[in-house]
């Protein structure tokens, strides 16, 4: 049974309004990165609750699997992480230990913080503990050949390409591989495992062919993108002021 497309977009400015005004908008799921966003850690937290009393599904890209980091992005209220440069099973293996409670990993248990209603709604460690939603991102030749073992490890719960590095690895080393075959072996890899495949878009025009292809989850463009072609058109469409 084909999967639901869930759309998302990219938050990459860290402005608690533009977050608050995305979260509005209807869509499934947010990205908020911290590895190439103009935002910081400490200014998680208020884009965060900016996102208070909406269905989206709140995703942070950290820059990579760090307990603390971790720890933290869920503690506050995050559904799930992607992590970048996820290259083989053991990466993936890593990302897992890092955000889940044990048995399954090391991430620390209280009951005090936001994502617990600041022990207002505390866990139990009587009934099961809740598990994040983890995108681990495929975006080089070596995470292509072993999507596969990464997607069957348990605890990730998608393949995300990463256009951009991905394309950038393939040039590097002069691979004869086509990108647009990688692509349909990462989504491959994840429908063996029975798990989602996403991809980063920067074109409206582009989300039927890669639906085609098999990708469900689905961001298009940023929040930094759709104000730089705004600012672009806007000027593009009045005429130079004269001296």
Same mark, same amino acid.
């Given at each position: ?25 209807? @869509? ?13 850690? #400490?200014?998680?937290? $208020? ?20 307990? !603390? ?17 996820? /290259?083989? #099973?053991?990466?993936?293996?890593? =990302?897992?230990? %890092?955000?889940?409670? $044990? ?21 139990? &460690? !009587?009934? $099961?503990?809740?598990? $994040? @939603? &983890? ?25 995300? =390409?990463?256009?951009? *590095? ?9 691979? /004869?591989?086509?990108? !647009?075959?990688?692509?349909?072996? =990462?989504?491959? +890899? +994840? ?13 409206? %025009? ?12 689905? #961001?298009? !463009?940023? *929040? ?6 705004? @600012? ?5 469409? =009045? ?5």
């Amino acid at each position: 049974m084909t999967q639901p497309t869930q759309l998302g977009t990219w938050i990459s400015l860290g402005s608690t309004v533009v977050t608050e005004l995305a979260a509005e908008c209807g @869509f499934d799921w947010l990205l908020f990165d911290l590895e190439h966003g103009c935002g910081t850690g #400490a200014d998680l937290l $208020p884009q965060l609750q900016a996102t208070r009393g909406t269905a989206v599904r709140k995703i942070v890209r950290v820059g990579a699997p760090h307990q !603390d980091l971790v720890q933290h992005v869920l503690d506050w209220g995050a559904d799930g992480l992607m992590v970048p440069h996820v /290259d083989t #099973a053991a990466d993936a293996e890593r =990302v897992v230990q %890092a955000s889940h409670y $044990p048995p399954r990993g090391r991430r620390g248990f209280a009951r005090n913080v936001r994502s617990c209603g600041y022990g207002l709604h505390p866990l139990s &460690i !009587d009934e $099961p503990l809740p598990s $994040p @939603f &983890i995108l681990a991102q495929i975006e080089s030749l070596e995470g292509v050949g072993n999507a596969g073992a990464i997607a069957a490890v348990d605890g990730i719960s998608a393949l995300f =390409v990463g256009p951009a *590095d991905l394309s950038l690895d393939l040039k590097a080393r002069r691979s /004869d591989r086509a990108y !647009d075959d990688c692509l349909r072996e =990462v989504v491959s +890899a +994840a429908q063996a495992a029975g798990k989602p495949c996403g991809i980063l878009l920067r074109e409206t %025009a582009d989300l039927p062919q890669y639906q085609a292809m098999g990708f469900t989850w689905i #961001a298009i !463009d940023s *929040d930094l993108g759709l104000l730089r072609e705004g @600012f672009k058109r806007l000027r593009a469409s =009045v005429p130079a002021c004269a001296a």
